[in-house]
């Protein structure tokens, strides 16, 4: 845990990140002798292997080269590799999808000496599709699950989701499998435990061997869609180790980097960086997925991916760009809590546009530290900080509906103690009473408040008033700063 912290820290798009190194670098699998030579006899050339100097020249073979994981025969095998060479039309999307990833991704597993086997797993996880979200919420190419992209330093907040990014999810998701096969020895139940957790798979072994039983990835007792994971990959791995076996085709991948890392030093427009690197914006943003707002803050995504060709295109044009700001749009936090219609009359923004760009629904309150988005003007020079640009949330609450009513003071009640009692701003029942914050009420005397409506509330109500008085004199809406998880009952007509 101690190694695989450090690598979950260390800084994603530095120099000297592996996705810059365009070496052959060395073959999984494949051992040259150390030490100091030695004259060997003739009678032993064939009893020594040949490695070979010359690297593949496309991809695909150098992920052959290092296959290391067990192979897997069972006739879930045989059912996927059926599923998948029939639709010829998905294998085709799905790795010409990858053919922007997969590079790094096998850079990656060499330097750390891991099966390249691995560098399929997003076949099986997302169809390589970094802007994948399951219905468990889990995201990104290699599936992560908000909490344990956490664990992982994946960070989430309202402008970018590094469960998403290309260069933070493969490095998260290496740490994460180099930990389970740590944990377990074997890559068949590392896999597993990827997909179902490391404490089902923990809790399955002991079951097994509480019963006497085997603990391979055959004999324990799994969900479906877990006793399926493996047999995938495999079917993937069978396909891509022998396509003409299967009568498929695999579009060419040449054996180098597609993208190459861009530092940035000012926020900017994803629609203007597209521009100035004379990329189309999807193939910016499949390069870029874990911006999650119209804007890259500096701050936060300190680098930004673009084609190999296109990085120096890129930083020539950002030099050279005088037609006014890099962005047109930054964060605004949120003094206090208000309301939208007060947040876009400190913003200058219409009220519609800023609901919609910020996604609050009607009715809700923006909580005080809430970092929302809004057009940069001229007056708004500096970037977004780093704080902001990490930590951006936007909190909502409900606007609380409320009704007039009124209780008798007790002897020796004062705004304060009657504000007390019910929860409320000693202001405020001040002002509903036209009386002084610190005033006293003589015993019996008819205070007016304003309380949530809620059950309990309406029922004491019901006998309270002989006369109930016109709707509109009993019922108004004020924003009241409570938590989300109070009752809220909406407005509606007494029967």
């Known amino acids: 845990m101690t190694v695989l912290a450090g690598c979950a820290t260390r800084p994603t798009g530095m120099p000297g990140d592996p996705v810059l190194a365009t070496g052959p670098g060395s073959t999984p699998g494949q051992r040259v002798q150390t030490g100091p030579l030695r004259a060997i006899t003739p009678g032993q050339v064939n009893s020594f292997p040949i490695v070979s100097t010359e690297p593949p020249k496309e991809l695909w073979d150098r992920i052959r080269r290092g296959f290391a ?35 790094h991704i096998v850079e990656e597993l060499e330097r750390r000496q891991m ?47 590094d469960r998403r990014d290309v260069l933070a999810s493969t490095r998260a998701a290496l740490d994460y499998l180099q930990k389970l096969y740590g944990m377990f020895g074997d890559w068949h139940l590392a896999l597993a435990a990827y997909n179902w957790g490391e404490g089902s798979v923990s809790r399955a072994i002991a079951k ?24 995938k ?56 997925p874990s911006a999650r707002r119209p804007v890259i803050l500096a701050a936060g995504t300190p680098q930004i991916l673009l084609p190999w060709d296109n990085a120096l295109v890129f930083q020539r044009n950002f030099d050279a ?37 910020n996604n609050i629904p009607p009715r809700m309150l923006i909580k005080a530290g809430s970092t929302l988005m809004v057009p940069r003007t001229a007056k708004m020079e500096d970037d977004v900080s780093s704080h902001v640009a990490d930590n951006a949330q936007v909190s909502l609450s409900p606007e609380i509906t409320t009704r007039r009513t009124t209780v008798k003071a007790r002897k020796g009640e004062s705004v304060a103690s009657i504000a007390n009692r019910y929860g409320l701003t000693a202001a405020s029942v001040a002002n509903w ?50 938590s989300a998880s109070k009752t809220i009952v909406k407005k509606s007509k007494r029967r």
Request: no cysteine.
């Open 208 to 231: 097994n061997q509480k019963a006497g039983l085997g603990t391979s990835y055959d004999e324990l007792s799994m969900p479906a869609e877990t006793r399926l994971y493996v047999p």
């Open 115 to 161: 099966p390249t086997e691995l560098a399929l797993l997003p076949f099986i996880e997302s169809a390589f599709n970094p802007q994948a979200v399951s219905s468990a919420k889990a995201a990104g190419m290699w599936q992560f699950m908000p909490a344990t992209g956490k664990y992982f330093s994946l960070k989430q907040n309202d402008f970018r989701d």
């Open 433 to 482: 009473n036209s009386v002084g914050a610190g005033a006293a009420f003589k015993q019996g005397h008819q205070v007016v408040l304003y309380l949530p409506i809620t059950a309990r509330n309406v029922a004491n109500m019901v006998g309270s008033f002989k006369k109930p008085a016109p709707l509109s004199d009993n019922i108004k809406i004020i924003p009241v700063r409570r």
């Open 321 to 357: 760009y005088t037609q006014g700001q890099y962005a047109s749009w930054t964060a605004w936090t949120a003094p206090s809590t208000m309301t939208a219609t007060e947040a876009a009359r400190h913003t200058g923004m219409n009220e519609t546009d800023l609901r919609s760009m």
């Open 69 to 103: 994981m067990p192979d897997l025969q069972n006739e879930l095998v045989t059912d996927r590799e059926q599923w998948y060479t029939s639709r010829p039309d998905y294998i085709l999307r799905m790795t010409e999808r990858s053919s922007k990833y997969l590079f």
């Open 233 to 288: 990959l495999q079917a993937v791995k069978n396909i891509v180790a022998n396509p003409q076996a299967f009568n498929s085709e695999l579009p060419l991948i040449e054996n180098h980097a597609y993208f190459q890392q861009v530092q940035i030093t000012r926020d900017i427009d994803v629609a203007l960086a597209a521009r100035l690197a004379d990329v189309p914006i999807e193939v910016f943003k499949a390069l870029n």
